[in-house]
């Protein structure tokens, strides 16, 4: 099974800042489960427009996939009283506020809403009154997800106000050709060992790298994306389980700190800020051999690199679990068709439907009994050499910790690596100075 992605973007900022679409050639897409959902016809409520039947309006940021993957006919076909209509809007800081406004109101909410794993923290814990408990819908079973991921949309007292749709789980990308002119092993099981089970063996190859790398090229991309890799396998990053903002003294962030930190001020890192157009150009023109690199970036690259980078890119596994990117379904309790949205809520995220969405559109499954899916299993990519990406993805993330979240876990993450880490890779300034910049930029965002 050979797959194809491509770019979709949901944000800017953080993690659901950049997504990936994904195609697979027909024949693989044959072999995907049944597009039959499950349950017989619908009633309820009626839309302008649809008489005698239940519009069912769905709230998502950018282009998050479900319609797009024929996810939404599908269910409609099964469903011939159901119409689904989409709200779409394409950047979540635009979005997120928006939902906020909207709960706090009790109007303008759509039937079903997507959160972004950097907002589900803020949703569990202050808005789950005004969410349905979607764990006790018929259908949805707690141990068909990752069990990390369906912690994240559970509130303290219980309640699953999030059902999972994808998730991000960290390998390393990197370049073949570059590796073996700097003598460094190209297999990808031989590149996983090199750094299995520690970030800082990491940067030891990437200093072995150095040390013969082909001219104009450096290890990685930028210190700022090895941050956030780093991070995304810690239980505890900026809050602890009692709520309180622990960042300044967590051990964890202070080492993925100073490996970040050791990249630039090693001469390791291209000095790119992700997602700009300099990084854009650094994956075309060749000018750094590795970049961590969750499912959804697989897109990315391939849009950016070009055709000259087919089979110069391959997938290992990174040096530990990590995850970086998600979203969730929820449904309101200000909805008129609740029943039927938390119907759709839960077919859209079963494991059959996670499987098609990642077969259509790259986003890798929050269900982890999808993983034994033909179509998640046996998923290569052609672009990266044929690299097992299911086997790749699916193992790091039954490896991800359950992480602890804070309602201001975007705010924290982002002025740590747009402000702080920029300021060691791109400007020189010392791991302590940027990291005192950080702090600053954090307390005054948090009016601390």
């Given at each position: 099974m050979q797959i194809k992605l491509v770019r979709r973007?949901?944000?800017?900022?953080?993690?659901?800042?950049?997504?990936t679409a994904?195609?697979?050639?027909?024949?693989?897409l044959s072999g995907c489960a049944s597009d039959d959902p499950a349950g017989g016809g619908s009633t309820g409520g009626t839309g302008a427009g649809q008489k005698g039947k239940t519009v069912l309006k769905v709230g998502v940021f950018g282009a998050f996939g479900m319609k797009e993957a024929g996810l939404f006919d599908a269910y409609m076909k099964a469903n011939p009283n159901v119409v689904i209509e989409q709200n779409s809007i394409e950047r979540n800081e635009n979005y997120y506020p928006q939902l906020l406004n909207h709960l706090t109101s009790g109007s303008g909410l759509s039937d079903i809403q997507a959160v972004e794993v950097n907002n589900i923290a803020e949703i569990t814990a202050t808005q789950s009154a005004k969410l349905m408990d979607l764990g006790k819908v018929q259908g949805v079973t707690k141990d068909a997800f990752l069990p990390w991921k369906w912690a994240q949309g559970t509130s303290k007292d219980g309640k699953t106000v999030g059902l999972g749709t994808d998730v991000g789980p960290m390998g390393i990308c990197y370049r073949k050709d570059l590796f073996q002119k700097a003598g460094l092993p190209t297999e990808r099981a031989a590149v996983g060992k090199l750094w299995a089970g520690d970030w800082k063996k990491y940067l030891e190859v990437g200093k072995q790298y150095k040390a013969k790398a082909p001219d104009g090229t450096k290890f990685l991309d930028s210190a700022s994306g090895l941050l956030a890799a780093v991070m995304g396998g810690n239980e505890k990053r900026f809050y602890d389980a009692d709520g309180k903002v622990i960042y300044k003294s967590n051990p964890a962030v202070k080492e993925a700190w100073a490996v970040a930190a050791e990249s630039a001020t090693a001469g390791l890192s291209a000095k790119h800020q992700q997602f700009q157009k300099g990084w854009d150009q650094g994956f075309a023109n060749g000018q750094f051999a590795t970049v961590s690199c969750p499912p959804w970036m697989l897109g990315y690259i391939q849009d950016k690199a070009g055709a000259a980078g087919k089979g110069k890119w391959d997938v290992a596994p990174a040096p530990k679990p990590s995850n970086w990117g998600g979203a969730f379904l929820t449904v309101p309790e200000a909805g008129k068709n609740k029943a039927e949205a938390a119907k759709l809520a839960a077919w859209l995220t079963a494991p059959a439907q996670q499987a098609t969405l990642f077969a259509k559109r790259g986003s890798f499954p929050s269900a982890q009994t999808a993983y034994a899916?033909?179509?998640v299993s046996g998923a290569k990519h052609e672009y990266f050499g044929g690299a097992p990406i299911g086997e790749i993805f699916s193992a790091a993330a039954k490896g991800v910790p359950?992480?602890?979240?804070?309602?201001?876990?975007?705010?924290?993450?982002?002025?740590?690596?747009?402000?702080?880490m920029l300021q060691v890779d791109q400007k020189g300034k010392s791991p302590e100075d940027g990291w005192n910049a950080a702090v600053k930029a954090i307390d005054n965002a948090l009016d601390q």
């Open positions: 973007t949901r944000s800017k900022s953080a993690v659901a800042l950049s997504a994904a195609l697979l050639c027909g024949a693989l899916d033909p179509v359950v992480q602890i979240l804070g309602p201001k876990d975007l705010v924290i993450n982002t002025n740590m690596a747009d402000i702080g």
